[in-house]
């Protein structure tokens, strides 16, 4: 069945750019959405953004202009940008297919186990 | 954005006990709703989706209803591995939106 890694820093320096990525297996990452969601260390979960595997992509507004999310189909991977980080940036991150059916609704199934990227000099 | 509120944030329970969560969506979203189980340390896990639907795989004790603004995850029969954390998730529009989270407690 598909499984999700994320992978990248564990810690990034206020200001600089956070990145991750997402490898997506047993699965190809064409023909579905992908999703990444964070979740600050005891808090509740918030919806970064989304992307197709053709590179178009909608971003939550409370950070559009800070994210960036792409893809790289050759490796089955999609990738997390967000720049200007700080302290409040600090949670873990997941990645997330997101499932789109035309006639039962969207979710997101399955997770990846999750990163957590602090932010900290 | 919509507003997600979910009730109660927290509650206490025993083995068997029926559990029954509300969420409510700050306008109508349809039946675009699902429901997510997170257990300390561990990415969330899709239970319900489109309300109703049971995703393959869950225990049948799960189950989802509610339309337009008003939700329920009902646990018929609460068992051990069922003590976590439940989470809305409105998938109506964007930005998609959780709610802030109930915690099923021993009681």
């Known amino acids: 069945q598909v499984q999700l890694q994320e992978s990248g820093p564990g810690l990034v320096k206020p200001s600089e750019t956070l990145v991750l990525t997402c490898t997506v297996s047993g699965g190809s990452i064409s023909s579905y959405y992908w999703s990444w969601i964070r979740q600050p260390p005891g808090k509740g979960l918030e919806w970064i953004g989304y992307?197709?595997?053709?590179?178009?992509?909608t971003y939550n507004p409370s950070l559009k202009s800070r994210v960036t999310i792409s893809v790289d189909t050759s490796k089955n991977q999609f990738s997390l940008k967000l720049s200007s980080v700080t302290a409040a940036d600090t949670a873990v991150y997941y990645c997330a297919r997101h499932v789109a059916a035309v006639d039962s609704g969207d979710y997101l199934d399955p997770w990846g186990q999750g990163t957590l990227v602090t932010v900290s000099s | 954005a919509i507003q997600m509120t979910q009730s109660p944030s927290s509650l206490s329970a025993s083995v068997g006990d029926r559990v029954t969560i509300t969420c409510r969506a700050s306008?109508?979203?349809?039946?675009?709703l699902g429901w997510y189980q997170q257990k300390p340390g561990r990415a969330p896990k899709l239970l319900i989706y489109a309300a109703s639907r049971l995703q393959s795989g869950v225990p049948s004790r799960f189950s989802g209803s509610g339309s337009g603004t008003d939700f329920t995850l009902t646990i018929s029969s609460l068992q051990p591995e069922d003590f976590a954390t439940y989470y809305c998730?409105?998938?109506?529009?964007?930005?998609?939106?959780f709610g802030q989270g109930t915690k099923v407690e021993f009681k």
């Open positions: 306008q109508g979203i349809r039946n675009d």
């Open positions: 992307m197709y595997y053709t590179g178009s992509t």
């Open positions: 998730l409105q998938d109506y529009n964007f930005p998609w939106t």
